[in-house]
Each structure stands twice: as C-alpha cells, then as structure tokens.
T-cell receptor
Framework: DAGVIQSPRHEVTEMGQEVTLRCKPI?????LFWYRQTMMRGLELLIY????????DSGMPEDRFSAKMPNASFSTLKIQPSEPRDSAVYFC????????????FGSGTRLTVV | AQSVTQLGSHVSVSEGALVLLRCNYS??????LFWYVQYPNQGLQLLLK??????LVKGINGFEAEFKKSETSFHLTKPSAHMSDAAEYFC??????????????FGTGTRLTIIP
C-alpha cells in the first residue's frame, strides 16, 4: 500500500498564476478530504468527496479555489489566480466507509506564493 | 457544531517523564474522538481513536487516552517519554455521523518537546 500520494511536494509560484495540486487516494477508499494547514488558522477542511461526489465544500475560501475528483483514484485542487495569502501546506486524506476509521493523510504540498 | 480545544500549544517534558496532552471537546451528539501525530514535514498519522466502546483507548507508540464524558475531555498520556515522541499532536472530533457528516474538526495542536 503506497498510501495517499500528493504532488508536487513543494510549489513556488508567482502571485496571479494558476496552481494545481494533485492527490491519489488509497485504492478502495471512498472518501477524500482536502485540508489546509497554516500557523494562524491551523488545519482547515476545504472540501470532501464521497464516491467522487463533492459533499461539503463550505470550507473553500472563495471562488478562486476549485476541486475535482474525476475518478476514484485522482483529485485536484486548483487555485486561480493564486495570492500570497494562499501560502500554506495542503493535505489530502482518504478514508474507507466512514471517518470513524480515521483518515490516512498524504505528506502534503507546501505552497508558497510570492 | 463540534469543536475541540487543546490546552497548551507547547509542552516540554524530560525524557522518561509522564506525557500529558490535554483535549476538551464540545459536541451536540455522542462524539468520536481522535488523536493524530505530525512529525516534521510529514502528514498526520492516527495515534488512537475513541468510538464509544471502551473509554480507555490504547494506541500506537505506547500512548493512551481516556474518554471522560463528565469532564468532556479526551487527554492523551504516555507513562515515559522518549526522544522520538517529539512532534505535534492534534486532537480531533467527528461531525454528526447520523447525518452523514464525515468531516473531522481538528484542534490547534500541541507541540511536544522532549528534554534529554
């Protein structure tokens, strides 16, 4: 089991550019979560999917953020246009059946917008 | 809405001493509670979880936590700290699973430092 795989591990981009973060959940997991971690706000849930369908996107900060899950093995989080305040570590996590089992987190993508 | 409060953003203990990390929760429904650990430059790893079975829960690396409903607490303990325990620890509470709310709400984290 390769775990949850995120790419890239680090991303540095200029303000105004489009950024795409990628996630491959564990095979067989039917829930996928995107979290953002900053010093000021801690871990914030952005959006989560069940069976590729977005269930709760109330944490998405604004229209500049969008997330998709075209199939069970891939998800993207896109920021367009990016701003310096988007700098954070973005985590993807997946779980099987219910969150009660606990999530498995990826190693995260550290995004820096300059 | 569910929430957790972690008391103490930084905790330092000597190697071999007791580790106690505090977490209090607020929930309108019987909660499921979790502790996760995050090592530098890594994702979060599940340490243990309470899912309404035994109130004393044992996890990995010698950690355990006790669910106390009367105190709305779920504190994490380890009898003897090891240098490898240095990390950040997060308490989390589930949403209302009866309504299909599968999201976890995390606390602000406690950074544990071990003094040699």
């Amino acid at each position: 089991d390769a775990g949850v795989i995120q790419s890239p591990r680090h991303e540095v981009t200029e303000m105004g550019q489009e950024v795409t973060l990628r996630c491959k959940p564990i095979s067989g997991h039917d829930y996928l979560f995107w979290y953002r971690q900053t010093m000021m706000r801690g871990l914030e849930l952005l959006i989560y999917f069940n069976n590729n369908v977005p269930i709760d996107d109330s944490g998405m900060p604004e229209d500049r953020f969008s997330a998709k899950m075209p199939n069970a093995s891939f998800s993207t989080l896109k920021i367009q246009p990016s701003e310096p305040r988007d700098s954070a570590v973005y985590f993807c996590a997946s779980s099987y059946g219910t969150a009660v089992r606990g999530y498995t987190f990826g190693s995260g993508t550290r995004l820096t917008v300059v | 809405a569910q929430s957790v409060t972690q008391l103490g953003s930084h905790v330092s203990v000597s190697e071999g001493a007791l580790v106690l990390l505090r977490c209090n929760y607020s929930s309108s429904v019987p909660p499921y509670l979790f502790w996760y650990v995050q090592y530098p430059n890594q994702g979060l790893q599940l340490l243990l979880k309470y899912t309404s079975a035994a109130t004393l829960v044992k996890g990995i690396n010698g950690f355990e936590a006790e669910f106390k409903k009367s105190e709305t607490s779920f504190h994490l303990t380890k009898p003897s700290a090891h240098m490898s325990d240095a990390a950040e620890y997060f308490c989390a509470v589930s949403g209302n699973l009866n309504f299909g709310n599968e999201k976890l709400t995390f606390g602000t984290g406690t950074r544990l430092t071990i003094i040699p």
